[in-house]
């Protein structure tokens, strides 16, 4: 099963790769830094449903993207004061819908802060949790 996984996170990023040029990444992030672009992230996008079979983002989820991107800049400073002070950071994301946010401040923390996270999400929403 394992090696399952890695072929399909090495294939969604070899896509991704070939498709998100410098040109196309900077005519998505418009002037922006944003912390994770769609090369570097295929397979969590393409996970989480923000990324096609072909490592596009659709029109439809660029503002999905952006949206949650924003977020973890927004916590930046606060998380990086934690993972200073802290070995493992803890964090609840109440209300987490579908939990985009969740994942990727997970995938932030083994990929791109190297810091553990755990994170829980909790929502009401019993058909979004499910």
């Known amino acids: 099963m394992e090696d399952r ?9 070899e ?7 410098p040109e196309r990444t900077e005519a998505l992030l418009e ?3 944003l912390i994770l672009q769609p090369a570097q992230a295929a397979p ?3 996970a989480i449903g923000l990324l096609d079979r072909d490592a596009k983002l659709s029109p439809a989820h ?3 993207y952006r949206q949650i991107n924003h977020m973890v800049m927004l916590l930046g400073p ?10 493992k950071v803890y964090l609840l994301d109440a209300g987490c819908g579908r939990s985009y946010l ?3 401040l997970a995938w932030c923390g083994r990929h791109v802060w190297q810091h553990p996270l755990e994170i829980l999400g909790v929502d ?3 058909a979004v949790v499910e």
Request: charged share 25%; glycine share 8%; no cysteine.
């Open 5 to 13: 996984r890695t072929g399909w996170a090495a294939g969604i990023a």
């Open 15 to 21: 896509r991704a790769r070939a498709y998100w040029t």
């Open 31 to 33: 002037g922006k830094q």
């Open 44 to 46: 969590l996008l393409r």
């Open 62 to 64: 660029v503002r999905k």
């Open 78 to 87: 606060a998380l990086a004061e934690l993972r200073a002070q802290h070995e």
């Open 102 to 104: 969740s994942l990727l």
């Open 124 to 126: 009401r929403n019993a």
